[in-house]
């Protein structure tokens, strides 16, 4: 595990908010955002910090209803637009002007939709499985399990479902893999048993068909023209189809697109074949940043 400093800020409706702040970086570098999927939280980007550890500092972090982030009391504030809102408030508190985001499936959706108000302020973009169109299957799949509370005795239990429900995900994964990420999904309670790490109302808005998204995802696909961005599928995608990628890609002109093979919903961008990739749109960011500052690398 990655060294962290928790770091907390208020949200515009007075929830308390989370992330994880793993340091590094030379003085003035931006910060990578890491933003996790619907059901996800900061621990996603562990594995990801602690290879980038000491080059670059990562913020992961909890959206509202997830994690160690306070549960919303207006279950109609978990859309993508709030979030926005939440991680503009962090930015406005620690006085970051300029960064780079990761976004994994709904984190990619936010970042997509920052862009346009961010004005030169974003330098990079990673989008991991996710576009401006949503396959009507992958869709169906997650508002059939999304908001089902579980509850399990063991450790062992909660990673044999897990399993069980991803194993067409992660083909390859061992048990070790299964039990890491049953503890990226889950947290033990009070009682000592172990249970989602979200607030299961997180569901009632994303139910509503168009509230997973933004009224016009490729104008806001757009705005990352002149972005470098690392565009991320998993071979095995029921959610960003190949031809959606391939679009995505040819409406950018600072663009990579990836495909990592077996592998479906979503890369945990630990991948081997997306090392090079990451480190090159990193380069790619920095030299963007010196760009928009009028120097030439």
């Known amino acids: 595990m990655a060294a962290y400093e928790n ?33 996800r939280n900061a621990r996603d980007f562990d594995a990801l910090a602690a290879r980038l550890a000491g080059r670059w500092r990562a913020i992961a972090i909890d959206f509202r209803g997830r994690g160690e982030s306070a549960y919303a009391k207006d279950p109609t504030s978990y859309v993508p637009t709030t979030y926005v809102e939440d991680v503009e408030a962090l930015l406005t508190e620690q006085g970051i002007d300029r960064y780079i985001a990761f976004g994994t499936s709904l984190g990619g959706i936010v970042t997509m939709l920052m862009a346009g108000p961010s004005q030169g302020r974003m330098l990079g973009a990673l989008l991991n499985d996710v576009g401006p169109e949503i396959d009507a299957q992958g869709l169906s799949r997650i508002r059939g399990y999304v908001g089902k509370a579980s509850v399990f005795p063991t450790w062992m239990h909660a990673a044999r479902c897990v399993a069980e429900n991803n194993d067409d995900v992660y083909p390859d994964f061992a048990i070790e893999d299964w039990l890491a990420m049953a503890k ?72 990579e697109l990836v495909t990592v093979p077996g592998v479906g919903h979503a890369p945990t961008l630990t991948e081997t074949i997306l090392q090079a990739p990451i480190d090159r ?17």
């Open 184 to 255: 990226r999904l889950y947290r033990l309670n009070s009682s000592g048993r172990i249970v989602l790490d979200y607030d299961v109302k997180i569901a009632e808005p994303f139910r509503v068909p168009g509230n997973e998204a933004g009224p016009d995802m490729w104008q806001a696909l757009g705005s990352l023209r002149d972005v470098p961005t690392l565009i991320v599928r998993g071979g095995r995608s029921d959610l960003l189809s190949a031809a959606t990628a391939e679009r995505m890609a040819a409406s950018l002109d600072r663009v």
């Open 281 to 297: 749109l990193l380069e790619r960011a920095l030299e963007h940043g010196l760009e928009g500052a009028g120097v030439r690398a």
């Open 7 to 39: 770091l907390y800020w208020s949200s515009g409706d007075g929830l308390k908010l989370h992330a994880r702040d793993y340091p590094g970086g030379a003085e003035g570098q931006p910060p990578i955002l890491c933003l996790p999927g619907l059901t």
